[in-house]
Protein backbone atom coordinates (compact mmCIF):
# COMPACT_ATOMS: atom_id res chain seq x y z
CA UNK A 1 0.00 0.00 0.00
CA UNK A 2 1.36 3.45 -1.16
CA UNK A 3 0.33 6.31 0.20
CA UNK A 4 2.46 8.85 -0.45
CA UNK A 5 1.20 11.25 -3.04
CA UNK A 6 2.71 12.20 -6.48
CA UNK A 7 3.96 15.56 -6.51
CA UNK A 8 5.30 18.09 -9.00
CA UNK A 9 7.96 19.11 -6.80
CA UNK A 10 9.46 17.07 -3.60
CA UNK A 11 7.44 17.14 -0.12
CA UNK A 12 9.76 16.64 3.08
CA UNK A 13 9.63 13.75 4.42
CA UNK A 14 6.99 14.04 7.27
CA UNK A 15 4.43 15.59 4.45
CA UNK A 16 5.35 13.05 2.51
CA UNK A 17 4.65 10.30 4.84
CA UNK A 18 1.57 11.99 6.81
CA UNK A 19 -2.26 10.49 5.93
CA UNK A 20 -5.46 10.06 7.82
CA UNK A 21 -5.56 6.05 8.34
CA UNK A 22 -8.85 4.39 10.40
CA UNK A 23 -6.76 1.06 11.20
CA UNK A 24 -5.00 1.64 14.51
CA UNK A 25 -2.91 -0.81 16.53
CA UNK A 26 -5.30 -1.00 19.99
CA UNK A 27 -2.38 -2.11 22.08
CA UNK A 28 -0.31 1.02 21.34
CA UNK A 29 0.06 3.36 25.03
CA UNK A 30 0.64 7.09 23.70
CA UNK A 31 3.73 7.95 26.06
CA UNK A 32 2.86 11.33 28.37
CA UNK A 33 5.90 12.73 26.62
CA UNK A 34 4.67 12.00 22.89
CA UNK A 35 1.48 13.78 23.67
CA UNK A 36 3.17 16.58 25.42
CA UNK A 37 5.26 16.91 22.15
CA UNK A 38 2.18 17.07 20.22
CA UNK A 39 0.28 19.65 22.62
CA UNK A 40 3.64 22.08 22.48
CA UNK A 41 3.30 21.57 19.16
CA UNK A 42 -0.46 23.24 19.10
CA UNK A 43 0.62 25.83 21.61
CA UNK A 44 2.80 27.07 19.80
CA UNK A 45 1.14 27.58 16.50
CA UNK A 46 0.90 31.29 14.96
CA UNK A 47 -2.31 33.15 15.60
CA UNK A 48 -3.85 36.00 14.83
CA UNK A 49 -3.02 39.39 17.52
CA UNK A 50 -1.71 35.74 19.10
CA UNK A 51 -5.03 35.20 20.59
CA UNK A 52 -4.25 31.43 21.18
CA UNK A 53 -8.21 30.20 20.67
CA UNK A 54 -8.05 26.74 20.91
CA UNK A 55 -8.34 24.39 23.73
CA UNK A 56 -7.82 20.52 23.72
CA UNK A 57 -9.36 17.90 25.79
CA UNK A 58 -7.06 14.67 25.91
CA UNK A 59 -8.60 11.54 26.23
CA UNK A 60 -6.24 8.41 26.38
CA UNK A 61 -7.80 5.12 24.75
CA UNK A 62 -9.20 3.41 28.46
CA UNK A 63 -10.26 6.34 30.63
CA UNK A 64 -13.46 7.82 31.55
CA UNK A 65 -12.83 10.80 29.17
CA UNK A 66 -11.95 8.61 26.53
CA UNK A 67 -15.75 6.95 26.55
CA UNK A 68 -17.39 10.09 26.89
CA UNK A 69 -15.87 11.18 23.60
CA UNK A 70 -16.30 7.59 21.72
CA UNK A 71 -19.62 8.82 22.98
CA UNK A 72 -19.81 12.05 20.92
CA UNK A 73 -18.38 10.26 17.59
CA UNK A 74 -21.17 9.37 14.93
CA UNK A 75 -21.73 7.05 12.63
CA UNK A 76 -18.25 4.78 11.28
CA UNK A 77 -15.92 7.19 13.37
CA UNK A 78 -17.55 5.21 16.21
CA UNK A 79 -16.20 2.03 14.80
CA UNK A 80 -13.04 2.45 14.42
CA UNK A 81 -11.82 5.88 16.24
CA UNK A 82 -11.50 4.18 19.65
CA UNK A 83 -8.90 1.90 18.87
CA UNK A 84 -6.56 4.76 18.53
CA UNK A 85 -4.40 5.56 21.24
CA UNK A 86 -5.42 8.96 22.35
CA UNK A 87 -8.70 11.04 20.92
CA UNK A 88 -7.92 15.06 21.07
CA UNK A 89 -11.07 17.06 21.52
CA UNK A 90 -10.38 20.75 20.06
CA UNK A 91 -12.45 23.32 20.94
CA UNK A 92 -12.73 27.19 19.60
CA UNK A 93 -12.79 30.36 21.71
CA UNK A 94 -16.26 32.14 20.73
CA UNK A 95 -16.03 36.05 20.25
CA UNK A 96 -18.17 38.24 22.21
CA UNK A 97 -21.17 39.27 19.50
CA UNK A 98 -18.61 39.12 16.36
CA UNK A 99 -17.55 35.88 14.08
CA UNK A 100 -15.31 33.56 15.52
CA UNK A 101 -14.11 32.62 12.06
CA UNK A 102 -10.70 33.95 12.38
CA UNK A 103 -10.42 31.28 15.63
CA UNK A 104 -11.53 28.41 13.57
CA UNK A 105 -8.47 28.87 10.93
CA UNK A 106 -6.09 29.67 13.63
CA UNK A 107 -7.20 26.34 15.54
CA UNK A 108 -6.86 24.63 12.44
CA UNK A 109 -3.66 25.60 12.21
CA UNK A 110 -2.78 24.37 15.45
CA UNK A 111 -3.68 20.71 14.63
CA UNK A 112 -2.08 21.38 11.37
CA UNK A 113 1.14 21.59 13.56
CA UNK A 114 -0.17 18.76 16.01
CA UNK A 115 -0.41 16.45 13.19
CA UNK A 116 3.23 16.94 11.06
CA UNK A 117 4.93 16.94 14.94
CA UNK A 118 2.85 13.62 15.65
CA UNK A 119 4.04 12.15 11.92
CA UNK A 120 7.69 12.99 13.73
CA UNK A 121 6.86 10.72 16.04
CA UNK A 122 6.17 8.16 13.80
CA UNK A 123 2.07 8.21 14.83
CA UNK A 124 -0.70 9.14 12.96
CA UNK A 125 -3.59 11.18 13.48
CA UNK A 126 -6.98 11.41 11.57
CA UNK A 127 -9.34 14.60 12.06
CA UNK A 128 -13.16 13.88 12.19
CA UNK A 129 -15.72 16.62 11.94
CA UNK A 130 -18.58 13.79 12.30
CA UNK A 131 -19.20 14.18 15.87
CA UNK A 132 -22.01 15.36 18.52
CA UNK A 133 -20.60 18.70 18.85
CA UNK A 134 -23.29 19.75 21.47
CA UNK A 135 -23.28 16.50 23.50
CA UNK A 136 -19.52 16.60 23.49
CA UNK A 137 -19.69 20.16 24.91
CA UNK A 138 -22.62 18.94 27.83
CA UNK A 139 -20.26 15.88 28.36
CA UNK A 140 -16.89 17.45 28.56
CA UNK A 141 -18.20 20.37 30.90
CA UNK A 142 -16.55 22.82 28.27
CA UNK A 143 -17.53 26.84 29.50
CA UNK A 144 -20.26 28.59 27.64
CA UNK A 145 -17.12 30.82 25.57
CA UNK A 146 -15.70 27.79 23.79
CA UNK A 147 -17.48 25.50 21.06
CA UNK A 148 -16.06 22.08 19.57
CA UNK A 149 -14.89 22.53 16.40
CA UNK A 150 -13.41 18.90 15.66
CA UNK A 151 -12.19 15.72 17.19
CA UNK A 152 -8.27 14.12 16.16
CA UNK A 153 -7.07 10.37 16.73
CA UNK A 154 -3.02 9.92 17.38
CA UNK A 155 -1.93 6.41 17.50
CA UNK A 156 0.54 3.81 15.63
CA UNK A 157 -1.07 2.59 11.87
CA UNK A 158 -2.20 -0.99 11.80
CA UNK A 159 -2.38 -3.02 8.98
CA UNK A 160 -5.77 -2.17 6.30
CA UNK A 161 -6.53 -5.67 6.46
CA UNK A 162 -8.14 -5.42 10.13
CA UNK A 163 -11.01 -4.17 7.79
CA UNK A 164 -13.28 -6.15 5.29
CA UNK A 165 -15.54 -4.66 2.29
CA UNK A 166 -15.80 -0.91 1.92
CA UNK A 167 -13.42 0.16 4.90
CA UNK A 168 -11.16 -2.18 3.41
CA UNK A 169 -11.19 -0.82 0.04
CA UNK A 170 -11.64 2.80 1.66
CA UNK A 171 -8.26 2.27 3.70
CA UNK A 172 -6.20 1.24 0.70
CA UNK A 173 -7.56 3.34 -1.43
CA UNK A 174 -4.91 5.98 -3.63
CA UNK A 175 -5.04 9.27 -2.24
CA UNK A 176 -5.99 11.53 -4.45
CA UNK A 177 -6.03 15.55 -5.25
CA UNK A 178 -7.39 18.45 -7.23
CA UNK A 179 -4.35 19.41 -9.44
CA UNK A 180 -2.47 22.52 -8.73
CA UNK A 181 -3.72 24.20 -12.26
CA UNK A 182 -6.80 24.19 -10.31
CA UNK A 183 -6.32 25.46 -6.88
CA UNK A 184 -3.84 28.29 -8.28
CA UNK A 185 -5.25 30.67 -9.18
CA UNK A 186 -2.67 32.75 -10.09
CA UNK A 187 1.00 32.66 -10.76
CA UNK A 188 1.60 29.10 -10.68
CA UNK A 189 4.91 28.14 -12.02
C1 LIG B 1 -12.15 19.03 9.33
C2 LIG B 1 -12.06 17.58 8.90
C3 LIG B 1 -13.10 16.72 9.19
C4 LIG B 1 -13.01 15.36 8.83
N1 LIG B 1 -14.00 14.50 9.23
C5 LIG B 1 -13.85 13.17 9.04
C6 LIG B 1 -14.77 12.25 9.62
O1 LIG B 1 -15.72 12.60 10.32
N2 LIG B 1 -14.54 10.92 9.42
C7 LIG B 1 -13.49 10.45 8.66
O2 LIG B 1 -13.34 9.23 8.54
N3 LIG B 1 -12.59 11.31 8.11
C8 LIG B 1 -12.74 12.66 8.29
N4 LIG B 1 -11.81 13.54 7.79
C9 LIG B 1 -10.62 13.03 7.05
C10 LIG B 1 -10.67 13.41 5.59
O3 LIG B 1 -11.64 12.66 4.92
C11 LIG B 1 -9.25 13.20 5.01
O4 LIG B 1 -8.35 14.07 5.63
C12 LIG B 1 -9.24 13.46 3.50
O5 LIG B 1 -9.99 12.49 2.84
C13 LIG B 1 -7.83 13.47 2.94
O6 LIG B 1 -7.17 12.27 3.24
P1 LIG B 1 -5.70 12.27 3.89
O7 LIG B 1 -5.81 13.03 5.21
O8 LIG B 1 -5.39 10.82 4.11
O9 LIG B 1 -4.80 12.95 2.95
C14 LIG B 1 -11.88 14.89 8.12
C15 LIG B 1 -10.83 15.79 7.81
C16 LIG B 1 -10.91 17.11 8.21
C17 LIG B 1 -9.74 18.03 7.92
Same mark, same amino acid.
Given at each position: MNKTPE?? =?PLTD #? #?? /???? %?RSYDETHEISDQDLLSILEAGRWAPSSSNGQPWRFSV =? /??GTELHKKVVAGLTGFNQAWA %???SALIVVSVL? /????SHKGNFYDAG #???SLMSVQAQALDLYTHQMGGILHEQLHKDLELSSDLEVAVVFTVGKKDLPEKFEGDALARELAPRTRLPLTEIVLHGKP
Amino acid at each position: MNKTPETQ =APLTD #L #LA /KRWS %PRSYDETHEISDQDLLSILEAGRWAPSSSNGQPWRFSV =A /KRGTELHKKVVAGLTGFNQAWA %PAASALIVVSVLK /KEGASHKGNFYDAG #LAVSLMSVQAQALDLYTHQMGGILHEQLHKDLELSSDLEVAVVFTVGKKDLPEKFEGDALARELAPRTRLPLTEIVLHGKP
